[in-house]
């Protein structure tokens, strides 16, 4: 059974850090990357990170490069997204995935997970 479970999300100031956190499991972890994607209110679906479980390669969209750091622990088989500096914008719901080929469209990741929310007041 393939399982990816997010936590660590909530309610921040603006300016402020949260560390999201992403444990795969079952079939999922056989997975070549790890990405995390957000969703905002009436708004599709971004890429926001991926890393690759073997090297650790990490590609970033343009809007969080500098403020946000994905990272992984491959003996807990867990992928985190650090977040500083959030801003109101940053505010959605943020979903962890696993994929095989790494890349940054929706449709290369096979497994997701249920979200966590993040909210970033001003």
């Known amino acids: 059974q393939a399982q990816l479970v997010e936590s660590g999300g909530g309610l921040v100031q603006a300016g402020g850090s949260l560390r999201l956190s992403c444990a795969a499991s079952g079939r999922t972890v056989s997975s070549r990357a790890m990405g995390w994607f957000r969703q905002a209110p009436g708004k599709e679906r971004e890429f926001v990170a991926r890393?690759?479980?073997?090297?650790?390669?990490?590609y970033y969209a343009d809007s969080v490069k500098g403020r946000f750091t994905i990272s992984k622990d491959n003996t807990k088989n867990t992928v985190y997204l650090q977040m500083n500096s959030l801003k109101p914008e940053d505010t959605a719901v943020y979903y962890c995935?696993?994929?095989?080929?790494?890349?940054?469209?929706?449709?290369?990741?096979?497994?997701w997970g249920q979200g966590t929310q993040v909210t970033v007041s001003s």
């Open positions: 995935a696993a994929g095989t080929s790494g890349g940054a469209g929706r449709d290369e990741y096979t497994y």
């Open positions: 890393i690759t479980w073997d090297f650790g390669s990490t």
